[in-house]
């Protein structure tokens, strides 16, 4: 539901949930809420506007989480490493592949499914990317484009719930 990196997502904390402010298709200045990822694979940190979908689905974990800080705690170890974090999500795709029968996948295939769901959805791929957090561009445009994209994020990510919802439903 985010596209992000497995690791991210395993090392993810309640703590990380913030609130930005956001401008909507029709202009219209909101809050959001967001989930701030201070340790990225970019050494960068990136803070990722969540779809009314992913604000459901993380209630649903934190009935389950009780009082671990993370969205997803390990079971055997609360104090598990980063890795070991991500090689159990890894270990549940396994678990979760022999009951599905669509063939091979691993979760960083969800990661490419959202991006070429995206990308379907006519979202523009530079902010496609930075959903991702891939790097976008020269670095003249960086250095040049400070714009944070978090209205376009939101709205990218809400398009690609609504599409998850309806081919779920």
């Given at each position: 539901?985010?596209?992000?990196?497995?690791?991210?997502?395993?090392?993810?904390?309640?703590?990380d949930?913030?609130?930005?402010?956001?401008?909507d298709?029709?202009?219209?200045?909101?809050?959001?809420?967001a989930?701030?990822?201070?340790?990225?694979?970019?050494?960068?940190?990136?803070?990722l506007?969540?779809?009314?979908?992913?604000?459901?689905?993380?209630?649903?974990?934190?009935?389950?989480?009780?009082?671990?800080?993370?969205?997803?705690?390990?079971?055997?170890?609360?104090?598990?490493?980063?890795?070991?974090?991500?090689?159990?999500?890894?270990?549940a795709?396994q678990?979760?592949?022999?009951?599905?029968?669509?063939?091979?996948?691993?979760?960083h295939?969800?990661?490419?499914?959202?991006?070429?769901?995206?990308?379907?959805?006519?979202?523009?791929?530079?902010v496609?990317?930075?959903?991702?957090?891939?790097?976008?561009?020269?670095?003249?445009?960086a250095?040049?484009?400070?714009?944070?994209?978090?209205?376009?994020?939101?709205?990218?990510?809400?398009?690609?719930?609504?599409?998850?919802?309806?081919?779920?439903?």
């Amino acid at each position: 539901k985010t596209a992000q990196r497995r690791g991210e997502i395993a090392t993810a904390k309640w703590a990380d949930i913030v609130e930005i402010d956001v401008v909507d298709a029709t202009g219209k200045r909101g809050r959001r809420k967001a989930w701030h990822i201070p340790e990225t694979k970019t050494d960068a940190a990136h803070t990722l506007p969540l779809s009314p979908l992913a604000l459901r689905l993380l209630d649903e974990l934190r009935e389950h989480a009780g009082t671990s800080p993370y969205w997803l705690p390990h079971a055997l170890n609360p104090a598990a490493s980063a890795a070991d974090r991500a090689r159990t999500i890894t270990a549940a795709a396994q678990r979760i592949r022999a009951d599905v029968a669509i063939g091979e996948w691993t979760p960083h295939d969800l990661r490419r499914t959202a991006r070429t769901g995206m990308a379907a959805l006519g979202v523009p791929d530079a902010v496609a990317e930075r959903v991702l957090n891939h790097a976008v561009g020269n670095r003249m445009v960086a250095v040049y484009n400070k714009h944070n994209y978090a209205s376009e994020m939101a709205d990218a990510l809400d398009r690609w719930a609504a599409h998850l919802e309806r081919i779920t439903a």
